[in-house]
C-alpha cells in the first residue's frame, strides 16, 4: 500500500519535465485541482505525489519551491500523519467504489487544518470503478479553492474521457539506466551484481530498481535463479518443486518468471547473433554462448513460448507454485530432450 511521506522535486531522477511543470504551477499561482500522474510503479507516481504534497503544505518554501524539511508541517509529511494530506485506503483491494469516493469527498468538505491546502492522493486510481470515476468527477465541477486531488495510476486507458478532460495528465518518462545505477549507489553503497538483469526489470524505474535491491534482495535472489537455471538439466523434480514452493511463498514468482524469460531471450539472441553482444547476462556470456550453440531454434522457440505461457497464466492468477513447476519441468524435458536437435 502506497503511503505518504516527506519529498522533494530536487531528489526525483529522470523526471525534469514533470518537476518544472508543478514548479512552473506553483510560481505562477496556476495549480490544477487535480492531476493524473501515470507510470509503471507505484512508488514512481507516489514520489511525484509526496513532493508536490510537501511543498503544499511546508511553512518555510525554499528556493525553487522546495520544502524546507524542518517546519512542522514537513516533519508531519515525512512520519506520513499530516492532518491536509489524505490517502484513500479503499474498503476492496481489487477494485475503488462510489462509496470509497463519498467518503473521500465528505472529508474534502472539510477546511484545512494547518496549511492552506488539502492534499487527497488516490493511489491504483485504475481501479475506480465508473460509477466512483462519475463521483470524481462530479467532485471536480465546484471543488474547494484548496483541495489538490492526485489520482495514482500505472495507465490511462481505463478512465473515463471526461475525468480525462478535468485533470492534468502527467505521464512519466522511463529513467535511463545511468540515472537509476546513481540511485542504487547512492542508496546501496555499491552497485549490484547483475546490474544488465535490473535494468531490465525495472524498466525504467527507480522506485522499482531501489526497492528490488534494497527490500527484496535482488543479487541473492537472481543468483540463485540463474544457478538453478544454468544448473536445470542436471536438477532433480525435487530440487526444482523445493525451489518453486520457496519462490512462491515469498512472493517472486512473478521476479522469477521474468528471471527465466530474460534467460531464454539470451540463449536466442545469442543463437542469431553469435557475438554476445546485447544479452541482458553479460556476467554469463561462456555458458550461453556454449547452451546456444547446443540447442535449435526449435526448441529455443519452444522455450520461449513456456515462458510466455506461465507468465500469462500468473497475470490470470493461477496457482504461482504450480505454474513454476510446470514451466521448469517443461523446460528441462526441452534442454534434456532436444540438445542435440541443432536444425
Known amino acids: 500500500m502506497a503511503q505518504a511521506g516527506f519529498g522533494k522535486f530536487s531528489d526525483i531522477s529522470g523526471q525534469d519535465a514533470i518537476t518544472a511543470h508543478l514548479r512552473n504551477a506553483l510560481s505562477t499561482g496556476t495549480l490544477s485541482h487535480a492531476y493524473l500522474i501515470s507510470g509503471e510503479d507505484v512508488s514512481d507516481t507516489m514520489e511525484i505525489a509526496n513532493a508536490l504534497a510537501s511543498v503544499l503544505v511546508c511553512e518555510d518554501r525554499q528556493e525553487g519551491y522546495e520544502p524546507c524539511g524542518k517546519c512542522t508541517g514537513c516533519v508531519q509529511a515525512a512520519a506520513g500523519d499530516h492532518p491536509d494530506i489524505r490517502v484513500l485506503v479503499p474498503q476492496k483491494t481489487t477494485s475503488t467504489g462510489v462509496d470509497d469516493i463519498r467518503a473521500l469527498t465528505a472529508d474534502l468538505q472539510l477546511v484545512p487544518y494547518r496549511a492552506s491546502f488539502r492534499i487527497f492522493i488516490i493511489p491504483d486510481a485504475e481501479k475506480l470503478t465508473p460509477q466512483a470515476q462519475n463521483a470524481v468527477l462530479k467532485t471536480l465541477e465546484e471543488p474547494p479553492e484548496y483541495a489538490v486531488l492526485l489520482l495514482l495510476c500505472r495507465n490511462t486507458t481505463g478512465f473515463l474521457p471526461t475525468l480525462l478532460s478535468r485533470c492534468v495528465c502527467l505521464q512519466l518518462k522511463p529513467v535511463p539506466d545511468e540515472e537509476i545505477g546513481k540511485k542504487i549507489a547512492a542508496a546501496a553503497g555499491a552497485m549490484p551484481a547483475y546490474p544488465e538483469l535490473l535494468y531490465a526489470c525495472a524498466a525504467g524505474s527507480c522506485g522499482k530498481a531501489l526497492r528490488l535491491i534494497t527490500e527484496e534482495d535482488f543479487d541473492g535472489y537472481a543468483g540463485a535463479a540463474l544457478e538453478l537455471l544454468m544448473g536445470l538439466k542436471e536438477k532433480d523434480a525435487g530440487e526444482i518443486v523445493r525451489f518453486c514452493q520457496d519462490t512462491a511463498e515469498n512472493g517472486r514468482a512473478e521476479l522469477f518468471l ?79 530432450g532436444e540438445i542435440y536437435d541443432r536444425q
Do not use: C
Request: glycine share 8%; hydrophobic share 45%.
Open 258 to 336: 521474468f528471471i527465466m524469460h530474460a534467460f531464454i531471450r539470451d540463449l536466442l539472441v545469442q543463437k542469431a547473433a553469435g557475438s554476445g553482444t546485447n544479452l541482458i547476462l553479460t556476467g554469463n556470456i561462456q555458458y550461453i554462448s556454449k547452451t546456444a550453440g547446443e540447442l535449435s531454434f526449435a526448441v529455443l522457440g519452444r522455450m520461449e513460448k513456456t515462458a510466455v505461457t506461465a507468465q500469462r497464466r500468473l497475470m490470470q492468477k493461477g496457482s504461482p507454485q504450480l505454474i513454476l513447476e510446470a514451466a521448469l519441468l517443461t523446460l528441462r524435458e526441452e534442454m534434456n
